[in-house]
């Protein structure tokens, strides 16, 4: 029986392997696909992030509160010297600058139930589109506005978009950004009198501290003042939360809807472990970005499964590793002997 090789065959694989999730290891397990075959198939192929919106867009429950999440990842490549997209760059989860692929992703969660979902995500190529990682959140957020129509009311996203250019944005588009700035970003809330300095510097009276103060970033337009709030996140960090909402008053509730920023970390994280985001040694760029299209295709459809049999994506997986225990222990295929 003769069997075409597909996006759901590719797919199918990175779902049901356990760690190992290269082209060799395919071909090895597949009676009908051989490695060349598969390397020229994902050469061929393009697969848009626009694939993930068509799976995702009758999934998402949508709320008028709404959040956006903005965030990136490095798909870890440092021992990899050759292949196309790898570039040095900074990975939080490395700590460090290290070789990757860097992806910038959109997350839409609904703050009712906390479910979230990729709805869209970008690859950070400078070299090849000319685009920061910033441009990309720009487009992601522009196309969510105008061509999704998602409903939403407020952005979420990390220190390094905390920019004037997109806040300014967010702001033309009437929605609320909530965004943690630098300790030194200069800023004032003496109205002028004092001058700026860096936020960290504030003093922060008992109802600031509960309700947020006001102030002005340096370089913002001259009357653009926004709320800020020092939120203690652990006993060893401290954030300085900014948000364009000016009935914001509530220490608390920045505090909750900040939480929901960790779901993109979430995200990154279930996508690397589970579907071997990272894994892929090819060298050409079209097979890398067909590679992650699918990687996150299949977290797609791990989470829509995990839902469905109310466990998390890493019990559904691991389910199929007890399956094969279970299995073996009532019929080995490697016995053991007596002693």
Avoid at 155 to 169: E, N, R, S
């Amino acid at each position: 029986m003769e069997m075409n090789l597909s996006r759901i065959s590719y797919c199918q694989y990175l779902l049901a392997s356990q760690g190992n999730y290269t082209l060799t290891y395919f071909s090895e397990h597949s009676d009908w696909f051989s490695h060349d075959l598969i390397n020229r198939f994902l050469k061929r192929e393009k697969y848009p992030p626009r694939l993930i919106w068509e799976q995702v867009s009758p999934l998402i429950e949508e709320h008028p509160n709404g959040y956006l999440l903005f965030d990136d990842t490095v798909a870890d490549k440092r021992y990899s010297n050759k292949i196309e997209l790898v570039r040095r760059q900074y990975s939080g989860n490395a700590h460090g600058v290290i070789r990757g692929i860097g992806i910038v992703t959109c997350v839409y969660v609904n703050p009712d139930t906390e479910e979230f979902w990729l709805i869209d995500y970008r690859i950070y190529d400078p070299q090849g589109d000319g685009k920061t990682k910033l441009d990309h959140v720009r487009d992601m957020l522009d196309h969510t506005v105008y061509q999704k129509k998602l409903s939403f009311q407020a952005v979420l996203m990390d220190t390094w978009y905390a920019t004037k250019d997109l806040m300014l944005q967010i702001e033309s588009l009437q929605k609320v950004y909530y965004c943690p700035i630098k300790h030194n970003r200069q800023v004032d809330d003496s109205g002028g009198i004092s001058g700026y300095q860096a936020v960290e510097t504030l003093e922060w009276s008992e109802e600031e501290l509960a309700s947020g103060k006001r102030i002005k970033i340096k370089g913002f337009p001259k009357e653009y003042k926004v709320q800020c709030f020092r939120v203690e996140v652990s006993t060893h960090r401290t954030d300085y939360v900014v948000t364009n909402d000016k009935t914001q008053l509530s220490t608390e509730d920045v505090q909750q809807a900040c939480r929901l920023r960790w779901k993109i970390e979430q995200l990154h994280r279930e996508s690397k472990q589970l579907t071997g985001l990272e894994s892929c040694q090819c060298r050409k760029a079209r097979i890398q970005r067909n590679h992650i299209a699918c990687a996150f295709l299949v977290w797609v459809r791990l989470k829509q499964l995990a839902k469905q049999v109310g466990q998390t994506v890493y019990q559904l997986k691991q389910g199929l590793l007890d399956d094969y225990l279970c299995s073996q222990l009532k019929n080995p295929s490697l016995s053991m002997t007596p002693a």
